[in-house]
């Protein structure tokens, strides 16, 4: 049965939509359609602009670079421009199809005008309906070595927190709430969840992604139902626009070395192909702290994508086909344990985690030769996890099995102000968990329809509607709807609104594996033997956005305004409130997370870029001992990054600083503390002395902040009070590091 609020909402969505699908078979008009790519036709750009020199009137491309427009009667100059390509006129002469390359800017010689006019590497839009921030390689090149939950760092729209004292894991948060409550897609298709929710974000190279999606609040139905306070979308390089071949060798002082290779080759007319190598190893063993136990773990990971692309133009086919490998293996603990030795027993403490994975996805796309707005896709997916492990006589086994399909289909309705996507979608998990002698099976099977309509009215106001059907077989049947709107002041002065809900079932101890490196008894009174007794997650999201770009002289700034609120309906709450204990239970009362964020954008003298960023959270919880800011979480944080891109100098600074946390009750603190704030600068300093060869020197950490007691109770790692799940700051200090990337 339906709640209230749904049903109403359900009420008014139904109306809206009669209302703007009205709207539009009445101002049917004549149009001027088309796509833009730049440098060849297989690299659609969104976001770049179209408009009427004599008006001024236009539009923006959407992602896949597609836009429609007004025609101009009679014949009419069409600007087409994209920051850091060459801008183009056209010819127009009533309604038109058009399909315009767009030729980069890669002249040596570059002047002050050029210069101030490249391609930001991480920009808002003006003209998106949802809230993404566009991150493309070159940002993701600006931090330290080598995977995705390293390439956060330089912007502020994800915040990035240490998960535990143990592992060197980071995890990332949005809007004061942590990873799970994210939906991460590779492509659009899920791929961090479950059993890799953990440790999965060290599983993707940043070397291997061609640009980052980050959206805010509640995010499309298409890719599904989880996704509660966004959607960190990665696009992987393509084997048609990829370098012809890449290397990327990186060393730190701290003895952490990685290899990045990939490479394509063409296979005939119509296929293409990648292949991906990582490989990354610590084998020296750092105890800077002086507390008996690792500061970052002795690790391996060997990881290796094969990648094929069909483009078939002519007849409008498009298709890729990936097939993956991983292996992960960590020890970590005291500094003088040996698995062979000292595994499950009590003389010395320590952990291995050993990960094996294997992926398969393809995608189908076929774009209707005659009717360029409407095309049909298909996407197809398969994972299998597997993580064998224990922590000091603590074992943790689980394989997880994954399963995806998504057929899509995107057509207009009378004109192209008005598009509609719909599709149905297949998902599978099965997992196999035993934590010490308990043994924890579950499936999820669901199926789930959906439609999305998107109104454009080519002057001010967008909007995207949707709403999708499921059916799972632990939760049942329920709808998601979801809404994005977005009205344009001006130009460069922009509004949004967005609502949506979203469910998700949680894999408790795949989620909490920090955990295990606790002394902590674990309460799971209502857990059975399935995995299930504890409901499944549902959350609203309601989120406010405004974005205004301005001058100053010759100065450029755009400012933005985020503010976000996350109710939970139902949740299954970590407590960590009593001491010696952690309890999973369904809340009881309420649970909320609202978030602002601040930020200013800016270049300055022309070849400084610089952003700044205020962000406050207030998260509360209703936990049985009462109502209390969640624990681990900052309420204030700020944030500062300085990039200069020259023609043989690369250098780019960061500077974030976190506020005060609460730390629940311990052996030390027995009513609980409030941490210290603190603040981290990272820098990267880059030569470039050939066109293809990039020498970079750097720090994390550079001014050598270190939590003074991460781990409770080190000398008594088998005792009741042993914890090292409290971290709010980094373990390690300052880390020191070279590299070199060259490419053809």
């Keep these: 049965m339906l709640s209230c609020d749904t049903y109403l909402f359900m009420i008014m969505y139904k109306y809206i939509f009669i209302i703007l699908l009205s709207f539009g078979f009445v101002n049917a008009q004549d149009l001027v359609s088309g796509t833009v790519y730049g440098d060849n036709p297989d690299n659609p750009l969104p976001g770049a602009n179209v408009y009427w020199l004599s008006t001024g009137k236009g539009t923006v491309t959407n992602i896949d670079g597609k ?286 985690i050993v990960t094996n994975r294997y992926e398969s996805c393809l995608k189908i796309g076929y774009v209707f030769p005659d009717l360029p ?101 632990n939760i049942g049947s329920f709808l998601t709807p979801r809404a994005h709107l977005r009205y344009a002041f001006s130009d460069t002065s922009s509004l949004r609104i967005s609502v949506g809900s979203g469910r998700r079932v949680a894999a408790t101890f795949a989620e909490n594996q920090k955990l295990f490196g606790s002394g902590r008894t674990i309460q799971t009174p209502h857990l059975q033997s399935n995995g299930f007794g504890l409901a499944p997650e549902h959350a609203w999201n309601y989120g406010i956005s405004y974005l205004k770009g301005f001058q100053i002289g010759s100065v450029p700034l755009n400012i933005n305004a985020d503010l976000y609120r996350t109710e939970f309906v139902n949740q299954v709450v970590v407590d960590w409130e009593t001491l010696g204990e952690i309890s999973f239970y369904n809340l009881s009362g309420e649970s909320y997370a609202n978030s602002l964020q601040l930020g200013l954008d800016t270049r300055l003298f022309r070849i400084l870029d610089a952003r700044f960023a205020y962000k406050y959270y207030d998260v509360q919880v209703d936990y049985s001992s009462g109502r209390m800011q969640k624990p681990l979480q900052p309420k204030q944080r700020y944030f500062m990054n300085l990039g200069y891109i020259g023609t043989k100098w690369r250098m780019d600074a960061t500077y974030h600083h976190t506020g005060s946390q609460r730390i629940p009750p311990t052996i030390v603190n027995p009513n609980g503390f409030e941490s210290d704030a603190f603040g981290l600068i990272n820098t990267q300093l880059t030569y470039i002395p050939k066109t293809n060869l990039e020498i970079y020197v750097g720090a994390e950490n550079l001014n050598n902040e270190r939590q003074a007691r991460p781990i409770l109770s080190a000398d008594q790692p088998f005792s009741s009070n042993f914890d090292s799940s409290l971290i709010y700051a980094p373990v390690y200090g300052r880390i020191m590091y070279v590299g070199l990337r060259y490419n053809l």
């Excluded at 801008?87 to 005008?113: F, P, W, Y």
């Excluded at 719909?422 to 099977?445: P, V, W």
């Excluded at 789930?448 to 077989?473: K, P, Q, T, V």
Aim: proline share 2%.
């Design 373 to 473: 707005y409407q095309s049909f896709g298909a996407q197809l997916a398969y994972s299998d996890h597997s993580q064998e492990s224990y922590f000091g006589l603590r074992s943790y086994d689980v394989r997880h099995k994954s399963g995806f399909a998504n057929l899509l289909f995107n057509s207009i309705l009378g004109n192209t102000l008005h598009k509609f996507k719909t599709g149905i979608q297949f998902a599978y998990d099965a997992y196999d968990e035993l934590i010490e002698t308990q043994t924890i099976n579950r499936i999820d099977r669901s199926v789930g329809a959906f439609f999305e309509y998107s109104y454009d009215s080519l002057e001010r106001l967008n909007m995207i509607l949707g709403l999708r059907f499921d059916h799972h077989n």
């Design 67 to 352: 836009f429609s427009l007004q025609s101009e009667p009679d014949s009419a100059q069409l600007v087409i421009s994209y920051v850091g390509f060459i801008s183009d006129t056209l010819t127009v002469r009533g309604a038109q199809r058009i399909a315009h390359v767009l030729q980069s800017n890669e002249s040596k010689d570059l002047d002050e005008v050029v210069v101030s006019q490249r391609k930001k590497s991480s920009q808002l839009s003006f003209l998106s309906t949802q809230n993404v921030l566009n991150v493309s390689s070159d940002e993701l090149l600006k931090a330290a070595c080598c995977n995705l939950s390293e390439s956060f760092e330089t912007n502020p729209a994800i915040d990035v927190n240490f998960d535990n004292a143990l592992t060197g894991v980071k995890q990332v948060q949005m809007m004061g709430l942590p990873s799970p409550y994210l939906l991460f897609t590779e492509e659009n298709i899920p791929i961090i969840r479950g059993a890799s929710q953990v440790y999965g974000l060290s599983f993707t190279p940043g070397t291997w992604i061609e640009s980052l999606q980050i959206s805010k609040g509640a995010g499309s139905v298409i890719n599904g139902y989880e996704s509660m306070t966004g959607q960190i979308n990665a696009e992987l390089k393509k084997p048609l626009t990829s370098e012809r071949m890449f290397l990327n060798l990186f060393r730190s002082l701290e003895g952490r070395n990685e290899l990045n290779f990939h490479a394509k080759t063409t296979l005939s007319s119509k296929l293409s192909a990648n292949v991906f190598v990582h490989y990354n190893e610590l084998s020296e063993k750092f105890d800077k702290n002086k507390d008996g136990f690792l500061d970052m773990p002795l690790s391996e990971q060997v990881n290796i994508l094969s990648r094929f692309q069909y483009l078939d133009s002519e007849k409008g086919w498009v298709s890729f086909f990936n097939i993956r490998f991983l292996q992960d293996d960590k020890i970590f603990g005291q500094a003088d344990f040996v698995p062979k030795s000292h595994k499950n027993t009590t003389s010395v403490w320590g952990s291995e």
